[in-house]
């Protein structure tokens, strides 16, 4: 369960948004949307614990996330606008980062790469990457480590029609498996089959 408390946010002294009070069950995704400027990703920042609320709480399983960051971290992905990729290591070299920051391994890099159209650039290091590359770069952990909650800030940019519709897929089996997921995107969403929430920030 995650769950915020008369969440409120300011930007250089300028409210984004108040008094927010959502409650997040396994098996159910939140859908942040509002124009830019809004506050959408400063929510999402707030939830991954990357910021601190103007005033408000937000819990994980009934517990303050400050007072349980690590534990908090262990059940949590979040992908903001920047991809969190170490430029100088190649594809392969980013993924073994990520699986010595999980502390677990996983058989499913080839398979994963290859859903990603990676495999060709598995030894390239990250900064000769493109920007659709970057962002598919980026997406391999949520679907090579599973963790209960996904915090994704517009995860669809730079993504073309396959590999939309390969995310809309990953995304729906694990609020299907009982994850969660809060996401935020300017592009119009089609997921069918889970249960999903709306929050609109901004006039």
């Not at 098996?27 to 509002?34: A, P």
């Not at 990250?126 to 598919?136: C, E, I, N, P, V």
């Not at 800030?153 to 809060?182: C, W, Y």
């Amino acid at each position: 369960m995650l769950t915020t408390q008369n969440l409120s946010c300011a930007h250089l002294n300028h409210p984004l948004f108040s008094n927010l009070s959502l409650e997040l069950a396994a098996g159910e995704l939140l859908l942040v949307e509002g124009p830019n400027g809004s506050g959408k990703s400063s929510l999402l920042r707030l939830l991954a614990g990357l910021a601190t609320p103007s005033q408000g709480t937000i819990l994980w399983q009934g517990r303050l996330i400050n007072e349980n960051d690590l534990a908090y971290a262990k059940n949590l992905h979040y992908l903001g606008h920047a991809n969190g990729l170490k430029l100088g290591l190649t594809v392969i070299e980013n993924l073994q980062l990520l699986s010595c920051l999980a502390a677990t391994s996983t058989n499913d890099t080839p398979t994963i790469l290859s859903l990603l159209r990676l495999t060709q650039n598995q030894h390239t290091p990250a900064k000769f990457l493109s920007a659709g590359q970057k962002r598919r770069l980026a997406l391999a952990k949520l679907f090579l480590f599973p963790k209960k909650l996904w915090i994704l800030d517009e995860p669809f940019t730079a993504l073309d029609k396959e590999m939309r519709a390969l995310l809309l897929s990953q995304l729906t089996t694990h609020v299907q498996n009982g994850g969660i997921s809060v996401m935020s995107s300017h592009q119009p969403i089609l997921i069918k089959n889970i249960p999903i929430k709306n929050v609109w920030l901004g006039v």
